[in-house]
């Protein structure tokens, strides 16, 4: 009976000791499935992607301010030069690989720069309205190139309203989620007008230079 005693209770140590050491063993190494994987739960989670310190551009309507210098400059030759102001409302949207697309309406009206000549009233411009199309591409996650394609009506002092066109080059730079910083060229040109002649003093055929610096609020 003693003999019997004795050999139950080492069976029992050596069992326990080694239900201890498969415990010990268990918080050391994973735990493994089917196959040898390792549990989810016993991997360490992942490590969070870099946040970007700047802004990406994204579609939807967006709203706009500029302020540019205007010069007006005939065949005859008469120019003017004026400060011109303009609201634009918009629709832009990134496609595929980078490219950027946006469609775009303006108004604008212009003042006369002081102490500008006054033969110059002939080709002075006031109001301005017209349609952009802006195809353009994404050169850093934060800063867009673009062309400006269009077409422009435009009241002339001594012609009245002119029908034109627009083709322009420009950078857009996002300043934070919602706000860009814009700067452009445009170069408009008009329709001779149905008064032209070789006659001095008459309104030609009206080019125009202009240079914009804008702000864009974008709807996101």
Known sequence: MQKHLTIATIFLMI?????????SYRKKQPRRMYKGETASYFQPPPVPAAVSTHFSFGGGPYLGLNLGLRTNYTSNPV???????????????????????AEEVFVGDGAKLQNYPDSAESSKSSWSIGLSILP???????????????????H???????NGGQVGLGFESALSENWDLRGEYIYSFYQASSSCSTQPGELGSVKSDQFNLGLIYKFM
């Open 79 to 101: 120019a003017y030069k004026g400060i011109e102001g303009s609201l634009t409302a918009g629709f832009g949207i990134l496609v595929k690989n980078g490219f950027y697309i």
């Open 156 to 162: 002339f002092s001594s012609d009245g309203s002119n």
């Open 15 to 23: 069992s326990t000791s080694l239900v201890f050491a498969d415990t």
């Open 136 to 154: 353009g591409y994404l050169i850093l996650d934060n800063l867009i190139g673009y062309l400006r394609l269009g077409v422009v009506k435009t």
